[in-house]
Every structure is written in C-alpha cells, then in structure tokens.
C-alpha cells in the first residue's frame, strides 16, 4: 500500500503517553505525601501533651492548647452522627427495602444522590437561617444539625447499597418462618449488612470531622471549653486552624495551627484507613 | 499448495497452568482451516498466539515457533502493529467500535494508512462490498455500528479487518451469537475470501467446519491430536479420539 | 393484627426518614430565596451582572464571584482531567497489587480535610508559586507576550490568585475523577478492547479512540462530579485566592469565589450585604444542582448500559 503511517511515530507516542500515565501517578502520590509530610513536619512540634491537654488562649497567654477544640470536635461531630445515623439508617431501608413506589423512592435516592454534591458552605447558610437566627446565638448544636445534614444522605445511600448486597433469599426464608416485615429488616437483614453500614456511618463520620466551612456559620469559634454546646459558639478544630492560620501573623500561632492540623490529619485519616481495612476484611471473608 | 502459517512446538501457560502442549501445525495459504474440539481444549488460545493479543494479558506466555512466511512472530523484534494488520481477527461476538459504520472501517484504514478523502472513501466501499455489505448499509453509513443488526455488525467487523489489507483472518467462533440465516451469509462470505485471504476458523459446530473448510484440526486438552483435509478427518479419521468426537460421542 | 400495625408504622417511619432527603433539597432553595429576596427586589437580575460590591455605597453585584468561581474551576479541570486520565490508564493496566496500593494512596487525596489543603496552599504552595512557578512563567517562558491569551497570564504576581487556586482544586478533585475514570476504563467490554488492538492500535489509541468513546457518558459524568466538588470548595480557595472583590485581569490576579466571599464576608454583613450573600448562595446552589443533576444523568445512563450489557 502506497504511504504507509510511520510505525516509529506511533510507538513513540505511545511510549510517550505510557511515561505521562505514569508521572500523573506518581505526581498524585507525591502531592499526597507531599501534603502529609508537610503537616507532620510543621506539626509535631506543637505535639506536647501541655498542647493536648490545654485549652486555646488568646496569643501572649503561654501554654496555650487545643483540648477545649478537640473536645468540642468531638462533641459536634458525634452529635452530628446522633442526629443523622437514625433517620439516614431508615431511609436507607426505605430506599432498599420497599419498592412499592418506584417514583417516590427515585426522587428520594436523586435527591439523597444530588445533596451529596452540595457545597457545605450552603448546608452552614441553611442552618444559619434555621438555627442561629432564630435562637440569636452561634451554638454547637447548630454546628451539630450542619454536619449532620451532610451526613445523612451519604450514610443513606451506602445503606441502600449495603442492604442491597443482602441475598434476596434471606428477606423470603425470614419472611417464611412467620417474622413481621419490620422484624426481618431489623433484625435480619441489617444484621447481615451490619458491616457495611457501620463502614458508611465511619466514612460519613471522617468525612464531616474536618469540615469547617459550616461551621463558620454555625459553631463558630471560643477559647472556652465547649460547655456551652447547646447555648453559645463552641471550640472547634477545623475552625481553631482557620483562625490560627489566617487571623494572626504570629509563627506561634501558625504553628499551633499546624499542630492542630496534623491531630485532625491523623483523626481522619485513621478513622478512614481503620474502616477501609475493616471493610476489606468483611469481603475476603465471604 | 504453499503453507502460509506453521506452528512449531507451540507451548501456551495462563500463569503456571499449561493450556497447550507442543502444537506443530501447518496452514496453508488461501485455504480456509477449521480448528475443531470441545470446549476448553485450548481452540481459542491457539488461535490467540497468531496475532499475539495474548500479550495483553500480564500473566500469558506462549513458547515455540510460529512461522508466519518463515518468519517467527514470536520474535519480540517482530512488530505487532504491523503483524496485527497484517494477521486480521474476528472475535466471538461482534465488536463494532463506537462510531458511525463508515467510521469503524475508516478508523482502521487511518490507523495504518495516509490516504485522501476520496480515496479513503473508495476503500471503505471497497471493503464493504468485499464483505458483502455494501448494499445493505450504503444507505446508513453515518449511523452508528453499534444499530446494525448481529449478522451485520460481524460483517462490519470482517469488512473492518479486510480493509487494511491483511493476508491472513483469524475467526474466533464468528458465528457463535448470530443466527442461522445470517450464519449462512457468513459462511459464504468465507468461501469468497478464501480467494485472497489464508483463514483459520475455530469453530464447535461440526457441520460448519464440513461445510466452509478444506482442512481441519482436532485439538483434545491442548494437543492437536489429528490434522489433514477435512474430507479425511471427517471421513476417516486415523485417531480413535477424533472418531468419538467427529460422531458425537462427547464434546 | 398488631404485627400489621407495627409494619405499617415502621414502613410510614422509613418513608419519613427518607422524605427528608427531598424535603432538606427542598428546604434549601425556599430559605435560601427567602433570604435573598431583599437582593432580587433591589437589583434584579442585574445582580448577576454588576461588578460592584461596595457596602458603603450598598451596591452589590455578583459578577466577580461568579468569574472567579468559574475562572478557578475552569483551570481546576483543565490540569485535573488529563492526569486523572493518564492515571486511570496507568492504574487500570497495572499489576493489581501495585494498583490497588496506588489507588488507595490517590484516594487518599480526597479523605484530606480541606482546610489542611487551605494551609498547605497558603504556607507552602503560595510561596513557591511566587518564588519559583510565577517567575519562571514570566522571566523564562514569557507566556504574558503570547499573543491572544498572553493577556490572561499577566505580568504581576504574589503567589495568591486563581492559578494557586486552581492548582489545589485540581489536586482535591483529582482522585474523584480519577475513580469515575478507572470504573469507565474497566467497564469497557474486553473484547471490544482487543478488536481495537487487533486491528493495531497501540495502548494509547485504544484508550483515546475506543474506550473514551465507549464510556464517553460516565466520563462526562466524572468530570461534572469533579466541577461539583471545585465549584463549591470554600476553605482551600478561601485561603489563596486573594479575597479580593474585584474582577480578574488574569490567571495571578487576587480574585474571589461565590464560597469564599460567602465565609469570608458574612460574620461582618448585616441587612442588604447579608442578603447579597444569600444571593451570592442561592447562585452557587443553582449551579451545584445542574451539575448534579447533569452528573446523576450520565452516570446513571452508563450503569444502566452495563446492567445491559451483562444479561
């Protein structure tokens, strides 16, 4: 055949394209630890236990800590999982186990899927409107209900995925030995997936323990223990290191910012890998 | 009549598992050679060796020669673009590309060729009249592969195949998800192309083989047990193996 | 008779639970224009399209927000969809073991809480911007002399702005992409993949022209994912990008983003500036819908093809 395309050129783009492939891995990876090593290497100084165990001061007060953050992290997040775990938990199984309507359930799963894209700086926006105005003060509860309207519909959906992976066989022998519908699901069929929906419940949990832009609009920031959860703003980290990072020129506060970054680094990223490997674990075992 | 492909001690592994035992087979040129024997003896991945897509796949290995005239292809010097234009294969099922009917044959003459427009155009009609479409989708060139009909989509794919100008088809069970009107099209179509082209069909339908081959091999748990005209082997074949599957006796 | 009552209270519970989810979507929009109404009264749909945001002068416009949020996820998705690409390829052909330890050390990437991405920009990546990424664009390649786009490069720079900006959503959007790619990649039927070999196509123009093709539907949706996730990210941008309420001339220019004005201006805003933000918030709420409602349409139209293609 009269004007052959050169082989030559096309291997070498290939090869060309194959070399990219792999630096876009690497560059991935390296940014990561990039990232990583970075918060530990700015951040383990601060790790003293007077930093662990003391609470935030203003700059000029030595030994200041982040205690008081750490707690009220924990305080919101996990009140965020009180409020969102129940509600997201049965609206899983409605999506999952009852197909009397189709329509509803996917409007119900679109919108639970769409919500998971909003930005969080609405969801803080809408709870602003909802919460804080209408009490007329920032509070940790209110930081609470943000975090858990991010939650909810993404322990929905991996309930419904979970639940889903049940055998069908299971739902009609339960049903077969006399169970009520509402006793197989419970105690049957979410038994069987109980796993798995512990997974979603810790991702969702890692997810939301480092946002921080609802919370400027709703837990606000204290030097404070968070006693004041229910009445007032609440001591947070994802906040803490916002202020520390960009309200103050100091490099001591910067670096209790870094400090605190690396404690939340560690938070999310054990919470996350702990849950990956226990998920993994449930799968080599079936 | 002069061998285009000869197999010598070809051996093939799927990691440690060994699929095919020192195969020796000669396929002569414009010829069309069926490859028989039941399922899993190891037809396919014969077949896979001669244009070397087994290569895809990490953990495949094939050892021995494959003469392809005179040339070993396994030779990691030879080039496998230019062989696997040269060494054309049809798979199991249809496989249009994602693209209009002009397009899938047009992509494949692009990929190896600097043509015009005009001249693109000619052999795209070449090629699709070659593979007996023509009249059926010159009407419909802009629509895409995937809205033919089976028995049209795997003549797309011969046409597709036939258009860069190979000497050799591999057909890999062509007609197994097609039916038998079309299957008889394509049995046809064989037989025409035999007049250019050297083919090598793996095939389980018996009555295929008899109809569309002049040679056959018999391959049992990754050997090839007997080989000759397919006249022979299905009149009287000089193996006990072959008698029992030729008669239906397993398989 | 007391099983049916307790099944069908459950059933109406569950119903509930799940309602919320349409009920909060619903929720969002009515407070959110509710909240606004005050902007929309005063200046219209102008609001969209005026440049000035000035709370002495109580005038308020929505355009530099909006540029800037577009300008930094346009960049975002310029740098994060190649290499997204590049590395699904690279992760789909290799060795399962070394894959999945890659792939769940990219995931990664996406587990890191935003506003460590925010420090890590404004501490580390900023000044490395300025003394070495800035200069060697302006010094070296002289890309603000280009003709046509020079001008979007600009000459001045700080190491803030929206290319910073950009950089770090594309590393935040990235192992989203990355993961709708891998997923399109191996959804791709193998033998269509080997039919494109077979007829000689090498790695690459199989990846470009079939299996792109193939699964062009679920990389469309990969990629509106990945605009959902850069439009809206506030802490990482609020830190680099400048903060300032004026349009950009160019790709180093402080600029602003809907979600950056929105957490950095809203402590200080009362009346018409407050509503202006609710504004700015109901925008951004519009735009994150259509890209999940545009993301929610390819991707579902992609695992239907594959509940086809498996029967």
Redesign the interface.
């Known amino acids: 055949m009269k004007s052959k395309r050169s082989i030559t050129t096309?291997?070498w783009?290939?090869r060309l394209?194959?070399a990219?492939?792999?630096?876009?891995?690497a560059?991935?990876?390296l940014?990561?630890l990039?990232?990583?090593g970075?918060?530990i290497a700015?951040g383990h100084h601060a790790l003293r236990p007077s930093f662990l165990i003391n609470p935030s001061r203003p700059y000029g007060i030595a030994n200041g800590g982040i205690a008081n953050a750490l707690l009220g992290t924990i305080a919101i997040t996990f009140g965020a999982a009180a409020i969102a775990v129940?509600?997201?938990?049965?609206?899983?199984?409605?999506?999952s186990?009852?197909k009397d309507n189709r329509a509803?359930?996917s409007?119900?799963r679109?919108?639970?899927?769409?919500?998971m894209?909003?930005?969080?700086?609405?969801?803080?926006?809408?709870v602003?409107?909802?919460m804080v105005v209408p009490s007329g003060h920032f509070s940790g509860l209110a930081g609470s209900v943000a975090l858990a309207?991010i939650m909810?519909?993404v322990i929905?959906r991996s309930t419904e995925d979970m639940l889903g992976m049940v055998p069908y066989t299971l739902r009609e022998s339960a049903l077969a030995l006399g169970m009520?519908?509402?006793r197989t699901?419970l105690r049957i069929i979410s038994f069987a997936a109980r796993k798995g929906l512990l997974t979603g419940v810790l991702l969702a949990l890692?997810?939301v323990?480092?946002?921080?832009?609802p919370l400027?609009?709703t837990a606000l920031f204290a030097d404070s223990w968070p006693t004041n959860y229910f009445g007032g703003p609440t001591a947070n980290m994802?906040v803490l290191?916002?202020e520390y990072?960009?309200n103050s020129p100091f490099a001591e506060m910067?670096q209790a910012?870094?400090g605190a970054?690396l404690v939340?680094?560690m938070l999310?990223?054990t919470i996350?890998?702990a849950t990956?490997l226990l998920f993994r674990g449930q799968n080599d075992g079936h | 009549m002069a061998t285009k492909i000869s197999a010598r001690n070809l051996s093939f592994f799927y990691g440690s598992h060994q699929a095919l035992f020192d195969n020796c087979l000669d396929i002569e040129e414009r010829r069309v050679t069926a490859v028989i024997g039941p399922s899993g003896c190891g037809k396919s991945t014969h077949l896979r060796i001669y244009?070397r897509?087994f290569e895809?796949y990490?953990d495949q290995r094939a050892s021995g020669e494959l003469l392809i005239d005179g040339v070993n292809i396994l030779d990691p010097q030879i080039d496998?673009?230019?062989?696997?234009?040269k060494v054309?294969?049809i798979?199991?099922?249809p496989?249009p590309?994602?693209?209009s009917v002009f397009e899938n044959i047009a992509?494949?003459l692009k990929?190896?060729f600097k043509l015009p427009r005009k001249e693109l155009q000619q052999r795209v009609e070449q090629a699709l009249r070659a593979a007996s479409l023509w009249d059926e989708v010159k009407d419909k060139l802009k629509n895409s592969g995937l809205a033919l009909s089976g028995g049209q989509q795997q003549r797309l794919?011969i046409a597709?195949?036939i258009a860069?100008e190979p000497e050799i088809l591999l057909m890999d069970e062509p007609t197994s998800a097609i039916d038998p009107v079309a299957t008889l099209k394509i049995e046809e179509l064989m037989l025409d192309l035999k007049e250019k082209y050297t083919i090598v069909v793996v095939t389980h339908n018996m009555q295929q083989a008899a109809r569309v081959s002049d040679n056959t091999a018999f391959f049992f748990k990754g050997h090839i047990i007997e080989d000759g005209p397919t006249a022979r082997i299905f009149t009287n074949p000089k193996q006990k193996k072959t008698e029992e599957y030729i008669t239906g006796r397993f398989g | 008779m007391i099983?049916v009552r307790?099944?069908s209270i459950?059933?109406w519970?569950?119903?509930i639970?799940?309602?919320?989810?349409?009920l909060?979507?619903l929720?969002?929009f009515v407070?959110?224009s509710l909240?606004s109404a005050a902007t929309w009264r005063e200046f219209g749909l102008g609001f969209l399209f005026s440049r000035d945001w000035d709370p002495v002068a109580n005038h308020f416009g929505a355009l530099p927000s909006i540029v800037g949020t577009l300008c930094t996820t346009v960049i975002a998705l310029l740098i994060a969809i190649?290499?997204?690409f590049?590395?699904a390829?690279?992760?789909v052909d290799a060795?399962p073991l070394i894959a999945g330890v890659?792939s769940?050390?990219?995931d990664?990437?996406a587990?890191?809480?935003?506003?460590?991405?925010?420090?890590?920009g404004?501490?580390?990546l900023a000044p490395i911007m300025q003394a070495h990424v800035q200069p060697f664009m302006v010094d070296v390649l002289r890309l603000h002399q280009l003709p046509l786009l020079g001008r979007y490069v600009g000459e001045y720079y700080n190491g803030f702005g929206i290319l910073t900006a950009g950089l770090i959503l594309a590393?935040m959007v990235?192992?989203y992409i990355?993961a709708i790619l891998r997923d399109v990649i191996r959804m791709t039927?193998p033998?269509?993949?080997?039919?494109?070999?077979?007829?000689?196509?090498?790695?690459?123009?199989t990846?470009k022209?079939?299996v792109l093709?193939?699964g062009?539907r679920g990389v469309l949706g990969g990629i509106f994912?990945g605009l959902?996730?850069a439009?809206?990210?506030?802490?990482a941008v609020?830190?680099v990008i400048g903060n300032l309420m004026d349009m950009p001339e160019d790709i180093f220019s402080g600029a602003t983003t809907i979600?950056a004005t929105?957490?950095n201006n809203?402590?200080e805003a009362d009346g018409l500036q407050r509503s202006a933000?609710?504004a700015l918030?109901l925008v951004?709420?519009l735009m994150?819908?259509a890209?999940?409602?545009a993301?929610?349409y390819y991707l579902h139209a992609t695992s239907a093809r594959r509940g086809e293609s498996r029967s």
């Not at chain 1, 990219?20 to 891995?25: D, E, H, I, M, T």
């Not at chain 3, 033998?191 to 123009?205: D, V």
């Open positions: 096309r291997k783009t290939d394209v194959r990219f492939s792999a630096l876009a891995v560059l991935a990876v940014t990561m990039w990232i990583i970075t918060v700015y129940p509600p997201a938990l049965l609206g899983g199984i409605y999506l186990e009852y509803i359930t409007v119900l679109f919108s639970a899927t769409v919500m894209g909003m930005p969080s700086v609405i969801i803080g926006l809408f602003y409107m909802i309207i909810y519909p929905m009520t519908r509402t699901t890692a997810r323990s480092g946002e921080t832009a400027l609009f994802p290191i916002t990072a960009t910067h910012g870094w970054a939340v680094m999310v990223l996350n890998i990956r | 244009n897509i895809l990490r496998v673009l230019e062989l696997r234009r054309g294969m798979f199991q099922k496989t590309f994602p693209m992509y494949a990929l190896h794919c597709r195949a860069v | 099983t307790t099944d459950f059933y519970l569950c119903l639970c799940a309602a919320l989810a349409g909060l979507m929720g969002f407070q959110l909240s190649p290499l997204a590049a590395a390829l690279f992760l060795p890659l769940h050390a990219i990664l990437l587990a890191i809480p935003s506003v460590i991405y925010g420090m890590w404004l501490f580390v590393i990235l192992p990355c039927p033998m269509l993949r080997e039919a494109a070999y077979g007829i000689g196509c090498t790695r690459w123009e990846a022209d079939i093709r193939y062009i994912i959902g996730r439009l809206g990210e506030t802490m609020l830190f979600a929105l957490a809203f402590a933000l609710f918030g951004l709420l994150s819908f890209i999940q409602v993301a929610q």
